[in-house]
């Protein structure tokens, strides 16, 4: 592969907007939209939907789906979720990609993190601004540059924005899996790592909430006539932790004991939150089974277990298809002088989905940084510009057939 002079053209368009693509990120970032922030989520939507509508592509806002969701007081709750954002151009070129991202934060409405400041390093420091706002404007600076490019035509792409990643894509769920099946290469716009270190295989994960009910007692008088949840819920949590160690790789979080009221009373309702993270498929049924065998065993008589929620994420391994993504990916940034590498993640994201469904896919395309989910997240601002090249560049590959995706797609088929 080599840089020809249309690609230049691609990658000259990108460098001459640095200062847009950097602004509009810290513009957006700027305004909280932590996932369960309604009035927040809405206003990020309209500020990218204005953004999506100077492409020429159809824009579109698509409605999620509820969910649900368990109070800490054991009541089971429907939860609704802002829209989707779905842009799409040639969807019926011969090739389809599919690019995915992002615009809810973990920084909630009354966050003391609310806006983006430059450290004295340079590194900008703010909420989102590298998870993932900073990668939409990536993704969004690849796509106006790859509209320039006269091979453009023989490669449809769709771009899906979702307002709930940050709590395990609940709502949105379903429309990754859709584009999943629809597509031949996945490009996601999560943080790379500070040194641009890309993530390789990642671990599924599992979201569980088990709602433990007692029976209420006074603790003096009637102590014996009561089955008190939140000693239930101390013993099956205790049972969940004890599986860690026993099949590698596969852990479980106990994150939260919830429940119980006044010291007199023996308490009758408890919930226990817990996840879990498994390598591979065979590993994500061992811990189900483990889960039920557990949660078939009340601690007490007269208790009851109803566990809600379960593996949301499938493992993302390292197949033969994203082997020869990554590699082609690496060819691609060595036009650029990029090195590109990568390493395994215990984390998750929509890429987990996508290749669920079918979809070979490079999941952290977004710009450098780190410290994300924290109050010192940051992001260089040189690799904005980088990494929209970067993706630029390999949407140009895919149109010349230099980067073969269909042939990517038929491996990871042959896999399923």
Request: net charge negative.
């Amino acid at each position: 592969m080599r840089i020809l002079a249309p690609d230049q053209t691609v990658l000259d368009h990108i460098r001459g907007r640095r200062d847009v693509i950097i602004d509009r990120a810290v513009a957006w970032a700027e305004v909280n939209s932590g996932s369960r922030n309604a009035e927040g989520l809405n206003a990020v939507l309209a500020a990218l939907e204005a953004t999506a509508r100077a492409l020429p592509a159809t824009v579109e806002r698509i409605p999620t789906q509820g969910s649900t969701t368990v109070a800490d007081d054991g009541r089971v709750r429907g939860e609704a979720h802002a829209d989707a954002l779905k842009i799409t151009a040639r969807p019926d070129a011969p090739i389809q990609v599919v690019l995915t991202g992002h615009y809810d934060t973990v920084f909630p409405a009354d966050s003391r993190f609310q806006s983006v400041v430059t450290r004295p390093d340079g590194a900008l420091n703010g909420p989102g601004i590298a998870d993932m706002k900073g990668g939409i404007s990536v993704l969004l600076a690849a796509l106006e540059a790859f509209e320039t490019h006269p091979d453009r035509h023989g490669v449809g792409w769709t771009v899906l924005l979702s307002p709930d990643e940050e709590i395990g894509s609940p709502a949105s769920a379903p429309l990754l899996a859709e584009l999943g099946a629809r597509g031949h290469v996945g490009l996601t716009y999560e943080p790379a790592l500070s040194d641009g270190t890309l993530a390789g295989a990642r671990k599924g994960s599992g979201n569980f909430h088990l709602i433990v009910t007692g029976k209420a007692a006074h603790a003096g008088r009637a102590f014996d006539e009561g089955r008190n949840a939140v000693a239930g819920a101390a013993i099956i949590a205790a049972a969940l932790h004890a599986l860690n160690g026993r099949r590698e790789g596969v852990t479980v979080n106990v994150a939260k004991i919830s429940g119980g009221g006044a010291l007199n009373v023996v308490a009758d309702n408890a919930v226990v939150r817990f996840n879990v993270r498994v390598p591979d498929a065979q590993s994500a049924a061992w811990i189900t089974d483990a889960i039920a065998e557990i949660v078939a065993m009340p601690p007490f008589d007269g208790m009851t277990l109803d566990l809600h929620g379960g593996m949301t994420r499938a493992p993302k391994p390292m197949d033969a298809s994203q082997t020869a993504l990554f590699d082609a990916v690496k060819q691609t940034g060595a036009l650029l002088n990029q090195a590109i590498a990568w390493k395994p993640s215990g984390g998750v994201c929509e890429g987990n989905n996508l290749h669920a469904a079918g979809l070979p896919n490079i999941d952290t395309l977004g710009v450098l940084g780190g410290d994300i989910h924290s109050d010192q997240e940051f992001a260089w601002p040189d690799s904005f510009v980088d990494r929209a090249q970067l993706s630029a560049l390999i949407l140009c590959k895919i149109a010349s057939g230099e980067i073969d995706a269909a042939h990517l797609k038929r491996l990871r088929m042959e896999t399923l």
